[in-house]
Nanobody, 117 residues
Framework: QVQLVESGGGLVQAGGSLRLSCVAS????????MGWFRQPPGKEREFVAQ???????SYADSVKGRFTISTDNAKNTIYLQMNSLKPEDMAVYFC???????????WGQGTQVTVSS
């Protein structure tokens, strides 16, 4: 059974940094696309970043140049390094993986990121 567990959220001042982690278990993810999404208060969930099995990455325009997604395949862990955080980055952040499908079909429970101005 695939499980994703996020950590690293918290309270940070605007301009600060946080690194989110997501440990994946239950199978090999070496050929899977992995990603991060977020859901701001009162809004729909939105795409943040993804990384493919070959290492290719893509980002939402709103986070380009500030956020970096990476993986440690040996640890089955996905990271999201978030720098220069803004109040509008405040959201619940979810990691996700696409297993045997082009769509993300497994999700973590989320971790709260709060950015104070």
């Amino acid at each position: 059974q695939v499980q994703l567990v996020e950590s690293g959220g918290g309270l940070v001042q605007a301009g600060g940094s946080l690194r989110l982690s997501c440990v994946a278990s239950g199978r090999s993810f070496s050929s899977s696309t992995m990603g991060w999404f977020r859901q701001p208060p009162g809004k729909e969930r939105e795409f943040v970043a993804q990384i493919g099995w070959s290492g290719g990455t893509s980002y939402a325009d709103s986070v380009k140049g500030r956020f970096t997604i990476s993986t440690d395949n040996a640890k089955n862990t996905i990271y999201l390094q978030m720098n220069s955080l803004k109040p509008e980055d405040m959201a619940v952040y979810f990691c996700a993986v696409a297993v045997m499908t082009p769509r993300f079909n497994y999700w973590g429970q989320g971790t709260q990121v709060t950015v104070s101005s």
